[in-house]
Each structure stands twice: as structure tokens, then as C-alpha cells.
């Protein structure tokens, strides 16, 4: 035999009894360690002839010992570190109950381990996990901080949970880590620079921003599994920004019992990076268990066998420290590392639904309480949103979120979001209230209106699933004058269509006019009208309304001046339940309302349906009701072939899994071609109520760009019947709007086979231009070439080609294969859940032309962020009827954040350079703010900025993240 064969003979025997397993791993081992040190190699061959010459004894093992013992020096001269955790994961297959009971038993068997082995130390991640042992079993977690403090019980959590990397917005990222360091810190008495490891071993892939996320926190260190399959363990992860993080993916999994793997691959990974110590993760996972004694035992084996590394229990702190210095002999990854599972971009739809509304609810609340704490005085209500925060963040757990996991899980997710929705709602009602309260409507001549029936009036209408779950906007005005205050919690000035609603109004409506503090006339829409709900009637008003960053402004609904009746009327005199149908002449006389009839056969065509504003005019099939037609104002064409419709898919499901994986296509339907597409609304002027009287300007297929566009919000609806489901999509056009959207409500009842189909939903986009795509990521944009398979983006795809792109308000699984955008709406996966989002889906996306991604994103925030409103009082005050708090711009720079600090001290605002270029951020401070500084996002100061007349900028090198304290 020769040298390799005689290994692999030795390997084969480690299993044949105690003697042979203890000489055939030290050979194993110092394979390796002769081939670090290219010597030895006639040592270990003599040994190995000598093993292998008679069968073995404990004498002879001692005699082979004493062949190699020339070696032991340089063996002894490598560690070997074995880091002890317990993989628990959140909700997988199973309830929240049995998570608790998972993570306090598993903590409970390390600690009575630790009891009776002195040396043993163990390793736990996620914040989450620690604040179930704080509420469940307050006497253990003593025991636990005792056991910090020795530092064998090493806390690795510097984030709530093992949360999934790619789908999350970015500051959902940078809340992870800060609430997780704020929570722990206060928790075990430690700085914040202990919680300086991501431990991450099961997530499923990486965003290119992580480094720069991490960095940003101060989180040095990142340990995996998942991802990267290629190349070294050891590398520098590095964003596009340049920040860096030191990071260890796995070579042994993390779910790993002790055997002689740990010590024949210490070598061997040591050379590959020329480091002298290795890691061996170790410890039962997924449903926690963690080592065992017999671990612990093999160990203590192992460490008295004289020809193996130097031994011990470690923690991963020492690990990096000890590995640190030659970090720079480490390979570089400058890309992201997202190419697994990736059914878990599309999987479970109502919990990513879930998920992106209270994301957005969320930062839209922070700004309004900012807002309100800025220009009014307003408590911060940190108590309030950070629990919501807490828990939005558990369910963005890489088994939650993703969606690879049970009923159960998903039903505990969609419970938590309703909580964290309790806690949003009612504290940005409070935030607009206290800046309404401070604006000076006293100006306005409202009605002296005793008996009322309107006040109170709207509760809980916007915050239903169907309604988008959008702020609240009780009815608090009464009598012919209403005032309501719209509210921006983006940095953009706005001005663009917004919808509200007029309750119990003791005016007809089409007798109102809508006025501007100067006394403009604002022109509305009645999207509805003679509504009835909870005992009070309504109508449903669309008007183009401008308010500035972070600001906010007001518009005022009164009698016409003209109009015959100007009498306030209560409600109980029956106008506020039946409108008045007459209205005036230009003299003043009563006419009747103007009728259009429904039957003329003008209405009947096959010509195209067209929607057309200032800015776009989109032509649609009139039998599929595809997009035929895209142009801008200047008259250039997006679309060379019909786009905009829905497509069926049926993936195999011959690899299992189907809630991570995406098979490849078997069957592929255009349903708009394919089904019948019933129109059943179609609206030039908005008025959408079909009943016919004034304002009601009905589309006419077939309609010229010079009669197309001459309403505020144009619709065309239409539904159809597919399987066992039924959709209906929106399509809309307002005034002034450089988005088409598609609003679709999806009654889904498609189901998956397993192992055979998985029936898929897809939106498509066909482009004129083949080429790569531009997608939105955690606090940037990523380009990446043409693939067949779904690739994660936060909100939106874009042509750079074509100058055009895809959106949409809560998926995350968009493709650009083949010259086709697309996005997957739906998935029918079979497990682990067999019946995922059966039921009533809702779901916004919007097709817009943009110059580049960067102004995409702008696009992208405006669907994600509509306008609130807040209905308001007469009385005096202190704030302008117009105005905004803050002013922040930049170009190329994106404001992600406006917040009140954590520390009760100040407002954040959170800044990302979009661009490859140095931008700079903008900021003019706040009546009564003179200081800034420059701060981690932990919200730490690093350095103050210089304010020069009431303003101040930061630079923002290319593709970073900056964090402003502004107090």
C-alpha cells in the first residue's frame, strides 16, 4: 500500500474498538499537521506500518506513540476549541409554547452540566431566547448571570432573533441589534461591545449590506452556515461601502455531536488559513438539546491523548480574538449570498403581508411621534412601540418570515402582528392628535353646530386587512365645516391624490367645495358616496393634496358659496343619510343633477381602455386587459408586447421541501388570455358609486389621449375565475401620479401536491430590452445579471435598459429571466404547511417609468408610505395650518428613519448614500435644536457636526449608512 492508502486503511479502523480509534485519529491528525509543516511524513509512515503490521493493543498504541512523539511539539502548537450552543428555533414546526419550554429546559440542562463540569462552557444566541428564561424562570436567569460572569456562559446574541437577512427592510436589521444590546445590556449588566458576535448558523443567505449593518452597531464577528458553499471558511465579508466584518462559515454544520471529525479536520482547516486554532461547533439544534454529557466526556477523552491539538472548551470571543490579526490573509466576499431556498422569498404570503405592513406602520408612527415630539411636545412613547418592535422582530425569525414552517407558527405571527398593530395605531393617533391640537384653526368659520351626530364616527374603518391597514381617522369635526390635516412621514415633498372621509356631512356633497387655507379651490372626486357603517353614513372623498417632508397641511370642506341651502342642518333632518340630488345654476336657480344614461350603446365597444394623466398614459387590451401600451410625456414607449398580466405556474416538486425550494417550471398560463376578464368599473372622473348623477364621467373604450386623463383618479376593474380562485384587480391612474398601480385582492384555494406541483401566481412584465436588473436591498440597491429563479428585493425590480420597473408593497421574490420582470404573488407550497394563504390575499404593486434606481426607490416609498390624515377642531394654537418639522434632502440619499432617540434625548434621523458616489445629507435642524452629531446606530455619538444657521451636513461616502442625533 502506499502513503494514501494506508490512511485511509487507519481512517476505516477508527471505529474497530478504543485502541484503534485513539492511534488511528492521532495519525489522522498529524496528517495534517505534517503536511502544515512539510516534514514528518516518514514518521507518520512508520507508524502507520507499524499499526497497521499486527493487530492492535493498548502496548502497541503506546509504542506507535513514542514513533510520533517527535511530533507532538508541533501538535500541541494547534488549538482546537470546542464551542458548545443550542440551535433553537423560533415557532418551526411547532407553537410558541413549546419554543418556551424548549429554551428553558435546554438552559436548564447547561447549567446543570456546568455544575458538574468545571471547565465547560456554552454559547447561546438571540436576545429573544433570554427574555423567555427572564419571564418564565426568573430564578435561572440569576444562575445564568452568575455563570456570565465566570465567563463560561457566553451570550453570542447580538440580535433578538436569528432573523432572516435579505427579506426585512433595513432598519428592521439595525432594530435587531440595538434592541437586542439595549434589552441585554440592561438585562446582564455588560457594555455594549460584549454583544459583538452575529450568530447566525441556519440563516438562509446573507444581503451585501450585512457587513455594513453590522459594522454600523458595532458587530465585529459573524458566524454561519448556510450560503457561501464555495471557497475558504475564513473570509472577510465586505460591502459595497467598504465596511467589514471578520466571518466563520461552518465546516461541520451546527447540529453536531462530538467524534473524531472535530480533531482530524483541526489541521486541516488551520493550514487552508494559516491560523493555529480551529472551532468545532457542537451540540444538538433546531429543537434546542444543545451537548450532552457524552460530548462533554469524549472531550475530556480527547485531551489525553498526547498526540492531539491542545484541547479545551471555548467561546467564540476567543475564537476571533485569537484569529484576528491574520484576518488580512483572509479571502474577501464583496457580494451578497442569497442563492438558497428560494421558495422562502414567496412562501407564507400573509406573513411577509404581515410583516411589510407593520414595518411600515411602524417607521410611519416613529416620524409622527418624532414630528409631534418635535413641534408639540409630545412624549416619545418609547414604552409603546418598543414591545412592537420586540416582536415584530421575533417574527422575522429565519423560519417565521421565510415562511418554512406549521400552521401553528404562521397563526402565532398573524396574532403578533395584530399586537404590534394595537400598540401602532392608537400611538400615531395620539402623534397626530397632539399636532392638530397645536394648529391654529381658529381662523376658519366653522358652524356653531350643537346636536351632532358625525363626531366619533369611522372607528376602526382603515384598519381593517382589506382597507391596507391604514392609520386611523375617526370623524371629529361636525356641522358644514370639516378640516382635515394630512400628514407626510417621508422626506419627499408630496403632492399627489389622497383619500378621505366625510362623515354624517350636513351638506350634499356635490354642494361642498374643497378650499385651501388661502382659499383655494381644491378639486375632489367622490369615490363614494351615500356609504352607511356602524350606525353613520359617509362619503369617500379623492383629492390632490400637497404637504411638505415631514410635515404636514390642511384643506377645508365647506357649502359652495353659491348653493341655495346654507342652513346647518342636524343629522336627524335626514340630509346627512339621503344627500340632496339638486344642485344650482350659474344664477342661482335649483336645476336637477345631470344624468348620464348607463344603456346608451356608446358604452358598449371592443376599442381599448385607456388611463392617461400628465404623466403616463397606459392603453389596455379590451378583451385580456393587458398593458399594450406604456408611454411618458414625451412620448416614448415602455412596452413592446403585452405586459401587466397574471400568470399560472405549476413548478415540480420532485426536490421536496416546496416552502424552500422552487422548482423548475412544468406549465406556464397567461390568465388573462385565458379566462374570462370581466371589467366591471371603468372611471375617467373618479366618481365610482355608478349612480349616475353629477360628476359621473363613465370611461368610453376607445377614448383619444386628447379625451383620456381628464379626471383625478381613472379606474379600470376587472376580475376573473381561475381554478378554484377568483381575483380582482384595480388598475388606477390619479392625477399627477407617476405610477400605474394594481391594486388585487386574490381569493386563493389553490393547494400543492408534495413531490409532484406547487401552483404558483406570478405578475408579468415583458420588456422591450433584454438585460441585468436593479433591485432594492436592506439600505441599498444591488445590480445583478438575468437569472431563471426568484431573487429577493425589499420592495422593487428595475430595467436600467428599459428604464423601467416593478414594485410592490409587501412581496419580496421578483425575477428578470428571459426579458420578462416578474413577481410571485402566491405559492401554493404543500409543506411544511399544506394549505399556506388559502383565502382572501391583498396585495399592491405598481409599474413606473424612473431614470434610475435611485428614483425608483423614491417611487416605492410613496406606494409603501401613503398619505394619513386626521380630522380636525376648531381652536387656537400655536402651529401654522401648513408646515413641517424637519427638512432633509440629499441627492441620491434616502432618509430611512426619523425617530425619537432612545435615550429620551433628541431625534435620529438614519441616512443612506443610494449612489457610487460621495452625497451629502442636508438637514436643517428644528426650532429649538441647536446641536447634531455624527452617531453609530446605536444612536452613540461620535462626533458633533457644525450647525451653521440653523442647518447642518453630513458627508456620506458611497453606499453607507449614517446615523444623525439631532438635540
Not at 499486527?54 to 512523539?69: D, F, G, M, W
Not at 381644491?522 to 411638505?548: T, W
Amino acid at each position: 500500500m502506499n502513503y494514501t492508502d494506508k490512511l485511509m486503511k487507519l481512517a476505516s479502523l477508527r471505529y474497530s474498538g478504543e485502541d484503534y480509534g485513539r492511534i488511528c485519529t492521532e495519525i489522522c491528525f498529524l496528517d495534517g499537521v505534517a503536511k502544515g509543516c512539510g516534514r514528518f511524513r516518514d514518521v507518520i509512515e512508520e507508524a502507520a506500518d507499524y499499526v497497521l503490521s499486527a493487530p492492535i493493543t493498548k502496548e502497541r498504541v503506546e509504542n506507535a506513540e513514542r514513533i510520533l512523539s517527535p511530533m507532538a511539539k508541533e501538535a500541541k502548537s494547534y488549538t482546537l476549541l470546542f464551542m458548545a450552543h443550542a440551535h433553537i428555533d423560533m415557532n418551526w414546526m411547532w407553537g410558541m409554547q413549546e419554543t418556551a419550554v424548549v429554551a428553558t429546559d435546554t438552559m436548564r440542562t447547561m447549567l446543570d452540566l456546568m455544575n458538574e463540569f468545571p471547565d465547560f462552557t456554552f454559547s447561546q444566541s438571540q436576545a429573544s431566547v433570554y427574555r423567555i428564561v427572564a419571564e418564565t424562570s426568573p430564578d435561572m436567569l440569576e444562575e445564568i448571570k452568575s455563570r456570565v460572569k465566570e465567563g463560561r456562559w457566553e451570550i453570542t446574541a447580538s440580535h433578538w432573533t436569528e432573523a432572516d437577512k435579505n427579506l426585512p427592510d433595513g432598519e428592521s436589521l439595525t432594530r435587531q441589534i440595538l434592541c437586542a444590546k439595549k434589552y441585554l445590556g440592561e438585562l446582564f449588566g455588560l457594555p455594549q461591545d460584549y454583544f459583538c458576535i452575529d450568530f447566525e448558523p441556519d440563516t438562509f443567505g446573507y444581503s451585501a449590506n450585512v457587513p455594513e449593518i453590522l459594522s454600523d452597531a458595532g458587530v465585529k464577528y459573524l458566524f454561519h452556515f448556510r450560503a457561501k458553499q464555495e471557497g475558504k471558511y475564513l473570509y472577510n465579508f465586505v460591502a459595497p461601502s467598504g465596511k467589514r466584518v471578520l466571518a466563520l462559515r461552518s465546516f461541520s454544520g451546527y447540529s453536531n455531536r462530538v467524534d473524531d471529525r472535530a480533531v482530524i479536520s483541526t489541521a486541516e482547516f488551520c493550514n487552508m488559513h494559516g491560523v493555529k486554532v480551529c472551532p468545532f461547533v457542537y451540540g444538538v439544534g433546531d429543537h434546542g438539546g444543545g451537548p450532552s454529557r457524552v460530548d462533554i466526556r469524549r472531550i475530556l477523552k480527547y485531551r489525553t491523548y498526547p498526540l492531539l491539538p491542545t484541547i479545551r472548551f471555548g467561546t467564540w470571543h476567543e475564537f476571533f480574538t485569537m484569529v484576528e490579526p491574520s484576518r488580512e490573509k483572509f479571502e474577501t466576499v464583496c457580494t451578497e449570498q442569497e442563492e438558497l431556498f428560494t421558495g422562502c422569498y414567496t412562501s407564507q404570503a400573509g406573513i411577509k403581508h404581515g410583516n411589510s405592513v407593520c414595518e411600515a406602520r411602524l417607521n410611519e408612527t416613529e416620524a409622527l411621534t418624532a414630528m409631534a415630539h418635535i413641534c408639540a411636545g409630545g412624549d416619545n412613547r418609547q414604552s409603546v412601540l418598543e414591545p412592537a418592535w420586540q416582536d415584530l422582530l421575533f417574527c422575522q425569525f429565519h423560519d417565521i418570515l421565510p415562511g418554512s414552517c406549521v400552521k401553528m407558527s404562521r397563526d402565532y405571527a398573524m396574532g403578533k402582528y395584530q399586537d404590534i398593530l394595537t400598540r401602532v395605531f392608537p400611538t400615531a393617533n395620539y402623534a397626530m392628535r397632539k399636532i392638530a391640537a397645536g394648529i391654529d384653526t381658529s381662523g376658519i368659520p366653522f358652524d356653531d353646530v350643537d346636536c351632532s351626530l358625525s363626531e366619533g364616527a369611522g372607528v376602526g374603518w382603515y384598519q381593517s386587512q382589506c382597507m391596507g391597514f391604514r392609520m386611523p381617522a375617526p370623524e371629529r369635526g361636525r356641522g358644514s365645516y370639516r378640516i382635515f390635516h394630512f400628514f407626510n412621514t417621508t422626506q419627499y415633498d408630496r403632492e399627489e391624490l389622497s383619500e378621505f372621509m366625510v362623515w354624517d356631512y350636513n351638506v350634499g356633497i356635490y354642494d361642498a367645495e374643497l378650499v385651501t387655507p388661502e382659499g383655494d379651490t381644491v378639486p375632489f372626486a367622490v369615490r363614494h358616496v351615500d356609504g352607511y357603517y356602524g350606525g353613520h353614513c359617509f362619503s369617500i372623498l379623492n383629492a390632490k393634496v400637497r404637504v411638505a417632508a415631514y410635515g404636514w397641511s390642511t384643506l377645508i370642506l365647506r357649502p359652495k358659496k353659491n348653493r341655495t341651502d346654507t342652513s346647518a342642518c342636524s343629522a336627524d333632518q335626514g340630509r346627512g343619510y339621503y344627500p340632496n340630488r339638486l344642485s344650482a345654476d350659474g344664477n342661482g336657480h335649483l336645476k336637477n343633477a345631470v344624468w348620464v344614461d348607463m344603456f346608451c350603446d356608446r358604452y358598449i365597444s371592443d376599442n381599448t381602455y385607456v388611463l392617461a394623466n400628465e404623466n403616463l398614459r397606459a392603453v389596455f387590451d379590451p378583451m385580456t386587459l393587458e398593458l399594450i401600451s406604456l408611454t411618458d410625456r414625451s412620448g416614448r414607449e415602455y412596452i413592446s408586447a403585452p405586459a401587466g398580466y397574471f400568470s399560472m405556474i405549476t413548478e415540480n416538486a420532485r426536490f421536496g421541501m416546496t416552502a424552500w425550494r422552487v422548482g423548475e417550471r412544468m406549465n406556464e398560463t397567461n390568465l388573462n388570455r385565458t379566462c374570462n376578464t370581466h371589467v366591471y368599473e371603468y372611471t375617467r372622473s373618479g366618481l365610482a358609486d355608478r349612480s349616475g348623477y353629477v360628476g359621473y364621467l363613465p370611461g368610453i373604450p376607445g377614448e383619444t389621449a386628447e379625451t383620456a386623463g381628464t379626471g383625478l383618479c381613472e379606474r379600470l376593474c376587472y376580475d376573473m375565475r381561475f381554478g378554484s380562485s377568483s381575483l380582482k384587480c384595480e388598475i388606477g391612474l390619479d392625477s399627477g401620479a407617476e405610477t400605474l398601480t394594481y391594486r388585487i385582492t386574490v381569493n386563493w384555494n389553490e393547494k400543492g401536491e408534495g413531490g409532484y406541483s406547487v401552483p404558483q401566481l406570478s405578475f408579468m412584465l415583458p420588456l422591450p430590452e433584454r438585460g441585468e436588473s436593479v433591485c432594492d436591498i436592506p439600505y441599498g440597491l444591488i445590480t445583478r445579471e438575468e437569472r431563471n429563479q426568484d431573487i429577493p428585493a425589499t420592495t422593487f425590480i428595475y430595467s436600467p435598459a428599459n428604464r423601467l420597473g416593478l414594485m410592490s408593497d409587501c412581496k419580496h421574490g421578483f425575477r428578470n429571466s428571459h426579458g420578462i420582470l416578474s413577481v410571485t404573488l402566491l405559492r401554493g407550497s404543500a409543506d411544511p404547511d399544506p394549505s399556506p394563504d388559502i383565502g382572501d390575499n391583498y396585495i399592491a404593486l405598481g409599474i413606473a417609468p424612473a431614470n434610475d434606481a435611485v428614483a425608483m426607490k423614491r417611487l416605492s416609498d410613496l406606494l409603501c408610505h401613503p398619505v394619513c390624515y386626521s380630522s380636525g377642531t376648531s381652536h387656537k394654537g400655536f402651529l401654522p395650518l401648513c408646515g413641517n418639522v424637519i427638512e432633509a434632502e440629499g441627492d441620491g440619499v434616502r432618509f430611512t428613519v426619523l425617530k425619537c432617540a432612545e435615550d429620551g434625548c433628541g431625534v435620529i434621523l438614519r441616512a443612506v448614500n443610494l449612489t457610487d458616489e460621495t452625497r451629502t445629507a442636508d438637514i436643517r435642524l428644528p426650532v429649538g435644536f441647536a446641536a447634531a452629531y455624527l452617531s453609530d446606530s446605536l444612536e452613540n455619538r461620535i462626533s458633533e457636526l457644525d450647525v451653521t444657521g440653523g442647518a447642518v451636513s453630513a458627508e456620506i461616502p458611497p453606499h453607507s449608512a449614517v446615523t444623525v442625533r439631532i438635540e
